[in-house]
C-alpha cells in the first residue's frame, strides 16, 4: 500500500522547450514604440577662421520667454498659449506687414521682412514646467507645418503627399526653421 500515498510526479523535460517557444513568440509578435522626442536639425560649427554670426534685424526676430510660473511673454508683453500659433504664422509671413490683425491688444510687433529672414528665440528659466516647454514647441512646429501646407496647396498646387524631394527641399527653403534656444540666466 505504500504506492497509495506517493504523488505523482510532473513531468518538467518540456518545460524549458515550452518557455523557449513562447519567448521567441513574444519577441517577434510585440512591437516597440519608437520614441523620437523633437525633431529639430542642429546649425553646423563654424570651421575656423570663418565668421558664422549673422546679424539679425531686430524686427525679423520674434522673442518667445516663458518664466518660471510658464507666464508666456512674446516680445516682453505677456500672452495667451492659445494666442501662440496665431502670432507665430502672422510674424513668419507677413512680408514686413506692420498690421496684426490678432494681437488683440499686445504691443507684439509681427513684421518680419520675409519667412526665410523670420527668426524665432525662445528663452526659458531653468524652472520652466516641462509641459509648458512642449506646448510651446508644439506650437510653434503647427504654426510652421500650416504655413507649409499653405504654399504646397498654393504655389506647387499639389497634395502633400504628391511631393518630390526636390519639392520637399524647396518648400523647408521657403519656410525655413530659424529658432535660437536659451536658458535665462
Known sequence: MRHANKRPEVHAGSMADIAFLLLIFFLVSTTIANDKGIVRKIPEPCPPGQKCDTEINERNMLSITINEEGELFINESITKYKDLKIILKEFIDNNGDLSCTYCHGNQVSTASDHPKKASISIETHPKTPYKVF????????????????????????????QLSKEEIKQVQEAYPFRISEAAIK
Open 134 to 161: 512642449i506646448t510651446v514647441q508644439n506650437e510653434l512646429t503647427a504654426a510652421y507645418q500650416e504655413l507649409r501646407e499653405q504654399y504646397i496647396t498654393n504655389v506647387l498646387k499639389k497634395e502633400v503627399d
